[in-house]
């Protein structure tokens, strides 16, 4: 039962472009979203949030997009940067007090020089 | 220490032997998770740990699978008579009570310890 899906594995993008990150959910309990990054060897790093109260959140070159109605995230990276290659990850929160997230498969960024 | 540190880094071992997997969480994070990474797949909830409270260890996938914390300090993620399919990334993470009142439960995650079954 899959609740956070991330269904394309890779990316590829030129530097300075804009990457588009996606993320589709189905429980409509999820409080808040939150976007990971990993490099390998290394665990996941955080990188912004959103709360399913608001629609967009921007943090410099990094901005996520709720849209609700569609059970739908995104994360936009403008512009991309080499050092953005990484797998990221998009998770979700249901409940209070630091339940547990759940995270989607990954998508692998690779942004060309 | 400044970050979540985990031993051992890597692990090989043989089919049916016991592991035990150890996690250093952020002095003073009450919330402690053990999370796993399966080649190719997405993170995987095993356990969750909060205070004193009961643990949530509604993901780990058998019982060859416990793991322990005592108060809000070390845990350790022990797997009986290990098979292939456990061979995996386990991750753990810990976040503080703080970062759940403020809504978003951000988890900082140590670096994994790479579990080899043969």
């Known amino acids: 039962d899959q609740q956070v899906k991330q269904n394309s594995p890779s990316l590829s993008v030129q530097e300075g472009r804009i990457s588009i990150l996606n993320c589709d959910y189905t429980?409509?309990?999820?409080?808040?979203f939150l976007w990971y990054k990993k490099y390998p060897a290394e665990g996941p790093t955080f990188l912004i949030s959103?709360?399913?109260?608001?629609d967009k959140n921007e943090d410099g070159r990094f901005t996520v997009f709720l849209n609700k109605s569609a059970k739908h995230l995104s994360l936009h990276i403008v512009p991309s940067q080499p050092g953005d290659s990484a797998v990221y990850f998009c998770?979700?929160?249901?409940?209070?007090?630091?339940?547990?997230?759940?995270f989607g498969a990954g998508t692998i960024l690779r942004v060309k020089s | 220490g400044a970050g979540v540190s985990q031993s051992p880094s890597n692990k090989v071992t043989e089919k049916g032997k016991d592991v035990e997997l150890r996690c250093d969480p952020i002095?003073?994070?009450?919330?402690l998770y053990w999370y796993r990474q399966r080649l190719g797949q997405g993170l995987e909830f095993l356990i969750y740990?909060?205070?004193?409270?009961?643990?949530?260890k509604s993901g780990l996938p058998s019982d060859r699978f416990s793991a322990e914390r005592t108060g809000e300090s070390v845990s350790t993620l022990t797997i009986q008579r290990t098979q292939q399919e456990d061979s995996a990334v386990y991750l753990c993470?810990?976040?503080?009570?703080?970062?759940?009142?403020?809504?978003?439960?951000?988890?900082?995650f140590g670096a994994g310890s790479r579990l080899t079954v043969l």
């Open positions: 993470a810990s976040s503080s009570r703080l970062a759940d009142f403020s809504g978003a439960n951000v988890l900082t």
């Open positions: 740990f909060q205070g004193n409270s009961a643990p949530d």
């Open positions: 002095s003073g994070h009450t919330a």
């Open positions: 429980n409509s309990m999820f409080d808040y």
């Open positions: 959103i709360s399913s109260i608001k």
């Open positions: 998770a979700a929160r249901w409940g209070l007090y630091g339940n547990k997230l759940v």
